[in-house]
């Protein structure tokens, strides 16, 4: 792989230096190729493992879904209707008459019934992590479900006291 014929007229003295500094430049060089050949084949062991970690837990996430199904009362319109997946907060003890404060990381637009698929807004979709370790945190009991209607006035417009199109999205969510 490195030896290539020599055209040039050297000493035998010349000669031997020039091989044994060829095979000092030449060892590393074809162990850098091997290097280089093995990386591009088989990631190194460490990303490896790591890339099998995450694949692991990601098979141990649960995907919930909520979706409503048309009942028979269809008198009022309940959409649009916000769901949200939700923690109380630890330090928030809910006082009589108040409700407790929750922590939530995003909410999905329900825009019509399962049987009315709109592309996108038919279904909520949630991954929680994996219920073993948030078990141990004791934030598995206190997941909870909340659904937000807005309600419009009678011109058919939302109140300044409801949700507005944007308002429950624009919010700063944090789990």
């Given at each position: 792989?490195?030896?290539?014929?020599?055209?040039?007229?050297?000493?035998?003295?010349?000669?031997?230096?020039?091989?044994?500094?060829?095979?000092?430049?030449?060892?590393?060089?074809?162990?850098?190729?091997?290097?280089?050949?093995?990386?591009?084949?088989?990631?190194?062991?460490?990303?490896?493992?790591?890339?099998?970690?995450?694949?692991?837990?990601?098979?141990?996430?649960?995907?919930?879904?909520?979706?409503?199904?048309?009942?028979?009362?269809?008198?009022?319109?309940?959409?649009?209707?916000?769901?949200?997946?939700?923690?109380?907060?630890?330090?928030?003890?809910?006082?009589?008459?108040?409700?407790?404060?929750?922590?939530?990381?995003?909410?999905?637009?329900?825009?019509?019934?399962?049987?009315?698929?709109?592309?996108?807004?038919?279904?909520?979709?949630?991954?929680?992590?994996?219920?073993?370790?948030?078990?141990?945190?004791?934030?598995?009991?206190?997941?909870?479900?909340?659904?937000?209607?807005?309600?419009?006035?009678?011109?058919?417009?939302?109140?300044?006291?409801?949700?507005?199109?944007?308002?429950?999205?624009a919010s700063a969510l944090r789990i």
């Open positions: 792989m490195c030896r290539q014929p020599s055209t040039l007229e050297l000493s035998p003295d010349e000669q031997l230096a020039a091989e044994e500094t060829f095979k000092l430049y030449c060892k590393p060089v074809e162990l850098c190729n091997v290097i280089q050949k093995r990386a591009l084949d088989n990631p190194a062991f460490l990303q490896r493992c790591l890339h099998y970690m995450i694949q692991a837990n990601r098979k141990k996430r649960i995907q919930l879904t909520v979706s409503l199904s048309r009942g028979t009362n269809t008198d009022h319109n309940i959409f649009p209707l916000y769901v949200l997946l939700a923690t109380p907060t630890s330090d928030s003890i809910p006082l009589e008459g108040h409700s407790p404060i929750y922590r939530f990381s995003r909410a999905c637009l329900l825009t019509s019934f399962t049987e009315f698929a709109s592309k996108d807004h038919n279904k909520a979709t949630f991954t929680i992590p994996d219920v073993k370790n948030i078990a141990a945190t004791s934030r598995a009991c206190n997941l909870s479900i909340i659904l937000i209607r807005c309600v419009s006035d009678s011109e058919g417009q939302v109140g300044e006291n409801n949700c507005s199109g944007d308002h429950v999205e």
